[in-house]
T-cell receptor, first 113, second 111 residues
Framework: SQTIHQWPATLVQPVGSPLSLECTVE??????LYWYRQAAGRGLQLLFY??????ISSEVPQNLSASRPQDRQFILSSKKLLLSDSGFYLC????????????FGDGTRLSIL | SQQGEEDPQALSIQEGENATMNCSYK?????LQWYRQNSGRGLVHLIL?????REKHSGRLRVTLDTSKKSSSLLITASRAADTASYFC???????????FGTGTRLQVFP
């Protein structure tokens, strides 16, 4: 069966510090991968998605970046965090076909001080 | 931009009652999906309805889709306290590899 791992679960970082959130998927090959951000009590904002190694589509211009160094690994990074980067970050994967659901990790709660 | 908008934003009911949530969207879709999110957790897929389907059932869930009105509804029958969560619709738009999520409905079911 397929599983998705996302870590860390919580993170407290000072403004201006770097960020690296990691997401890995097991039990499937060539998945589509997604990074979302969710503000408190709000819907999901798609940040990045990837349909293959090294292929990243950015949805929102900001100081975040994403990389996919391996087929089942998706990394969200920042060189300098802003206060506005606080939120709940969710990674998800899906089979690369239409009419398929997305499967989510348990998220990372990021607080910027 | 947000594709789906749900209403109501929040809903409080008693156990045993039915809960209905509505979703409206703006562009043509391949399918529409509903997800559930418990507080502080990731989303869990509930049900997918294709653009050529009008109604779909899964256990106590019933989803309808009206593509002429660009709207969908999720009905949870005989609700339980454990159904307390936020519910989101998401649209899979034509030609895209991504879902666009709505703003969500927060459902509270009181025992």
């Amino acid at each position: 069966s397929q599983t998705i791992h996302q870590w860390p679960a919580t993170l407290v970082q000072p403004v201006g510090s770097p960020l690296s959130l990691e997401c890995t998927v097991e039990g499937t090959s060539n998945p589509n991968l997604y990074w979302y951000r969710q503000a408190a009590g709000r819907g999901l904002q798609l940040l990045f998605y990837s349909v293959g190694i090294g292929q990243i589509s950015s949805e929102v211009p900001q100081n975040l970046s994403a990389s996919r160094p391996q087929d089942r690994q998706f990394i969200l990074s920042s060189k300098k965090l802003l206060l506005s980067d606080s939120g709940f970050y969710l990674c998800a994967w899906s089979v690369r076909q239409h009419y398929q659901p997305q499967h989510f990790g348990d998220g990372t709660r990021l607080s910027i001080l | 931009s947000q594709q789906g908008e749900e209403d109501p934003q929040a809903l409080s009911i008693q156990e045993g009652e039915n809960a209905t949530m509505n979703c409206s969207y703006k562009t043509s879709i391949n399918n529409l999906q509903w997800y559930r999110q418990n507080s502080g957790r990731g989303l869990v897929h509930l049900i997918l309805i294709r653009s050529n389907e009008r109604e779909k059932h899964s256990g106590r869930l019933r989803v309808t889709l009206d593509t002429s009105k660009k709207s969908s509804s999720l009905l949870i029958t005989a609700s339980r306290a454990a159904d307390t969560a936020s519910y989101f619709c998401a649209t899979d738009t034509l030609g895209a590899d991504k879902l666009i999520f709505g703003t969500g409905t927060r459902l509270q079911v009181f025992p």
